[in-house]
């Protein structure tokens, strides 16, 4: 098979599809989202806690010829992710839903010095605020026999120090497994992805993996055949390219 060359590029392997990639004004989402543009997505949502902060991957969303649409709402209140679905099923909704925003407590050194707090918010933003958002936009992807949702996970494990953090993970893979039974034969797979430990500003100045690294891997689960199983576990890290 030749190569690609300008007479003959690669496909765009989305061509024509719209996405929602929550938390995409930095980190794994800002290049997961680009990079659905460049594989031909049409239109991609981008999400943020304000206009300002997703200027940037707007811009880098619209030089491949997309379609970019930024989207405001503080995952942590309910009423703004209904508002953040409302908006998003008002612009004719979405065939691709990239559930990637998370948010980490901080570091407890033990667990009678973990809040109430801590465990409402990590389970708010991290497991309730992506259940609500399955359940408002996966109606339309069943109406047109397809669609493609990615429910971001974490390889974190025995780190008592995280343990809201952790546990709320732990409930989107019980999640996940669940929804992919249910959406079974219908068209719209549900997969979690694990992109590793990475250095931005979630994973920190001392993680192993630089952030581009979660690249080509972060789109499998995006790209998968229509024969594709559902509830399909990703790492990010078995992809890269240096691999």
Known sequence: MSSPSPSNPAPRRLAGRTALVTGSSR???????EAMAREGASRVIVHGRSEASCAD????????????????AELAEPAQVEALADRVLAL???????NNA??????????????????????????FALVRLCARLI??????????IVNVTSGIDKTPQLAGYGSSKWAVDKFTDDLAAELKGSGVIVSRLDPGWL?????GPHAPNAPESVLPGALVPVLLSDDAAGGQFFRAQDYRRDA
């Open 27 to 33: 980190g794994v989402g800002k290049l997961v989202a």
């Open 139 to 148: 109606p339309s992807m069943r109406e047109k026999h397809w669609g493609r």
């Open 102 to 127: 998370a948010v980490m407590h901080p570091w407890r050194e033990s667990i009678d010095l973990h809040t109430q707090q801590d465990w409402a918010w990590s389970f708010q933003v991290n497991v």
């Open 199 to 203: 250095r931005t500003d979630l994973g």
């Open 57 to 72: 991957v707007l811009a880098l969303v619209r030089a491949t010829g997309a379609e970019g649409v930024a989207l405001t």
């Open 92 to 98: 004719g909704g979405v065939d691709i839903l990239y």
